[in-house]
């Protein structure tokens, strides 16, 4: 039997990830991004990662034929901080609601939805796309054009 995984992996110096891996429970991945130029109120961001293939007691909701991963990624209450010297699992932090973005996707394994999620991250690290709302268009339509977007402004609110 395949013992639980956990580990701290640093990415770049304002983000990090754990992952999460083990018989009894989904592939699932976080990562706490700092992101203060984002946005002028909210400065940190915690972005999800779960496999939806993987049987379970409570099947998952799933809004799009065939998903096989769903992403997350939401804004921290400014009072709660990540501490990028802990495991993110065993850090309570206070989320916005609803999530600035939310997809469930088709992905060929975990490894190609991680590496997915992890050029986000990269990403926002580089400030080339920001994990602010105001750019839903470029979400939806470049980042995640192949996915079922649970976060929308048409629809109002999330979808879970």
Do not use: C
């Not at 083990?22 to 999800?48: C, D, K, M, N, Q």
């Not at 939310?102 to 994990?131: E, H, M, W």
Request: proline fraction near 8%; charged fraction near 20%; aromatic fraction near 10%.
């Amino acid at each position: 039997m395949q013992a639980t995984r956990e580990r701290q992996m640093p990415t770049k110096k304002t983000s990090s990830r754990q992952y999460i891996d083990g018989p009894s429970r989904p592939f699932s991945a976080i990562w706490g991004v700092t992101a203060p130029w984002a946005h002028p109120l909210w400065h940190e961001y915690l972005l999800e990662l779960v496999d939806l293939t993987t049987p379970t007691s409570k099947p998952p909701v799933l809004h799009m034929v065939g998903a096989t991963h769903e992403f997350i990624l939401t804004a921290i209450t400014r009072e709660t901080q990540f501490n990028h010297g802990l495991p993110l699992s065993m850090q309570a932090v206070g989320k916005l609601t609803p999530p600035n973005y939310g997809y469930q996707f088709i992905a060929k394994d975990n490894l190609a939805a991680l590496n997915r999620i992890q050029d986000l991250v990269d990403r926002i690290d580089a400030r080339t796309i920001s994990p602010d709302t105001d750019y839903r268009h470029e979400w939806d339509t470049i980042l995640f054009p192949d996915a079922f977007a649970m976060v929308s402004v048409k629809k109002k609110g999330w979808i879970h």
